[in-house]
């Protein structure tokens, strides 16, 4: 049995291109850290939609404003959000620098797995070749 389509037929970007030394993208672990609480990591989901005030993330995780402040407040401080004042509401956004890292960081990963799988193709297709030669 031969799995098709296992084979990559994509062009590279730039950035593979240039990321082919082996060098990996830096990659902060402070914004995994933060993003291990499981309410932080619903807090980012949440704001992927669009900013929201604390008072709406709370109310959206069932959390009490505290609690929610206090992770805002770890997102802030690993860079993950941008807070800004409009009166008496503090507004907060994702920043989409971390997020661009950590996707450049995993690139190098599918990279690797393209290069596994373009392996397993071949070794299906000759094991295909040797059943028809017997």
Do not use: C
């Amino acid at each position: 049995m031969v799995i098709k389509g296992l084979r990559s037929r994509r062009t590279l970007s730039i950035n593979e291109v240039n990321d082919m030394s082996g060098n990996s993208p830096d990659m902060d672990t402070t914004m995994l850290s933060a993003l291990a609480e499981p309410n932080r990591k619903r807090i980012v989901e949440l704001l992927r939609d669009g900013p929201l005030t604390v008072g709406e993330i709370a109310d959206r995780l069932e959390i009490r404003q505290p609690q929610a402040s206090k992770h805002l407040k770890v997102l802030s401080e690993s860079g993950i959000v941008d807070v800004h004042a409009e009166a008496n509401r503090r507004i907060y956004k994702l920043r989409p620098a971390p997020f661009q890292a950590l996707d450049s960081w995993l690139q190098s990963f599918r990279r690797i797995m393209e290069e596994r799988f373009d392996k397993l193709d071949d070794y299906l297709l000759e094991l295909q070749n040797k059943e028809k030669n017997q």
